[in-house]
Every structure is written in C-alpha cells, then in structure tokens.
C-alpha cells in the first residue's frame, strides 16, 4: 500500500508538539504520539488527513520496559486507501484516554485490551472484562502469565455442573531449555541416532540384490516358495508358434 505524497509532512505539521516520533516501513507509518493528547490526535487523523475508520486496538507487553504497555490505534482512510497506526504507551496503574467519543465501536475493542492486558481506559463506561470467564484471575496475554493458567474449568457428570479447580499441572511460562524454540535441545531423543549429521560421511549404499524381490511374475507371489511353486502350476503356457 503506497503512501500517499506530503502525508508524512502534513501530520508533522498538523500534529505539532503531540507527535513524539514517526517510523516508516513497508508503506505505512507508525505514529508515537503523547498519550494525554491521544484524543485530540486521532480527532485530527479522521476530520483533517481523512484517516475514517478505526480497525483495532492492539496492546503489547513489553515486561521490561517502563512504561510497560504499549497500546496501538490502527486506522484506515477509505479516500487514500492507506493505513496509518498510533502508538501511546503506559503503564498498568495509569489510564489511557477513551476514544469512544470518536468511534464508538472502541468501547468493544478498549474491553478486549483491558481483559487481555488489565490496562485501564478512562472514559469507558463499560470498562469489563469481554473474553474471559466471570471471575477470572490475571490478564492471559501477559508476557508472565502462566500457560496453564490458574484455574480450570471442566463440567462434572456426577454434579451435573461446572467446576472451577485448581491446576494441577506446573505453571510453565514462555521459556525454553534450550536458546530459542528453533533450535534442538542438547540430550538425544529417540530417533536422533538415524540422522546424519552435516560433518559425518555420507553412509554407504545399501548392497545390490542379484535376484529382488518382485511381483513381476505369476510364479513369484511374495508369499513364500509353496505359494510359488503352487502358482507356477496354474501359469498358462503360451502356445509354441507353428511354423508354415
């Protein structure tokens, strides 16, 4: 998607003090803007560069940074036929300004955010949780939320209801026993002893057979030498050719 020409000038230009950084790659840009001015700059996106449409609000977790989260408005002009996103960060026990009174479809998309990553919007007045279960603990796209969860949920046949208990399993967080998920581990597993390792010698070649083992014939069923013996009787002999 090409960016349309002036773009990047206009909004540095319209957004003034409130724009902190813009990046650009693969034709789209990427705007870091003052979270206590994040109204007022999307409110000039859509009335004065044409950005209508809100698609979504992402949060992202970045554990060691300060502020912690990142919250990110992707935007579409229909006119221009391009994508911008803005980007506000925060941390979990400050607000971010609602944008409801923009678009109102962000009250849903703010909900999501906050049952995912617990960050709070000021101004939603339906700020609950949208994905997860009635009291659930924690926010499950949390870089230190445990896979397993805390909680599982299961019907019980006996009761004839939904049980919530505990889980048995070990928390496991997103960590690996080895360097990244892309490379093997150091013990062998079974099966490893097969391959053959890129500094080891190519093996030799299976030996050659004289007589394979085929099925070309009647006579050679497979089955073993009464089974050939047996179909080589039933063989239909060709006629010899008479000659004139």
């Known amino acids: 998607m090409e960016k ?5 000038a206009a909004i540095k ?11 650009e790659a693969n034709g789209e840009l ?13 409110t000039q996106l859509r009335d004065e560069c044409g950005y209508q449409q809100l698609m979504e ?8 940074r300060d502020p912690r989260f990142e919250i990110v408005y992707f935007l579409l002009s229909l006119t221009k036929n391009h994508r911008i996103r803005v980007h506000v960060t925060t941390s979990e026990d400050v607000a971010v300004p609602s944008v409801t009174g923009i678009w109102p479809v962000a009250g849903w998309l703010e909900r999501e955010v906050f049952d995912m990553y617990g960050v709070l919007f000021s101004g939603n007045e339906d700020l609950r949780r949208i994905l997860t279960d009635y009291g659930f603990t924690g926010h499950p796209q949390r870089k230190d939320f445990p896979l ?21 399993l070990a928390q496991d967080f997103r960590s690996f026993d080895f360097l990244s998920p892309w490379e093997g581990a150091d013990y062998v597993l ?7 390792k890129s500094n080891e010698p190519p093996r030799g070649t299976p030996p050659q057979v004289n007589d394979p083992k085929t099925t070309d014939k009647p006579s050679q069923t497979g ?7 047996e ?13 004139e």
């Open 57 to 64: 609000i992402a949060g992202v977790d970045w554990p060691d």
């Open 148 to 168: 397993t969860g805390y909680v599982e949920l299961r019907y019980s046949e006996e009761e004839k209801r939904v049980k919530y208990e505990p889980v048995q």
């Open 13 to 23: 230009k319209l957004l003034g003090k409130d724009l902190v950084s813009v990046d």
């Open 4 to 8: 349309p020409k002036g773009t990047v």
């Open 190 to 196: 079974p099966g490893d002893e097969k391959v053959i």
């Open 30 to 42: 990427a705007l870091h803007v003052k979270r206590d001015a994040l109204v007022g700059v999307l």
């Open 231 to 243: 179909a080589k009787k039933r063989t239909v002999r060709k006629p010899k050719a008479v000659k």
């Open 223 to 229: 089955a073993g030498a009464a089974a050939n013996v």
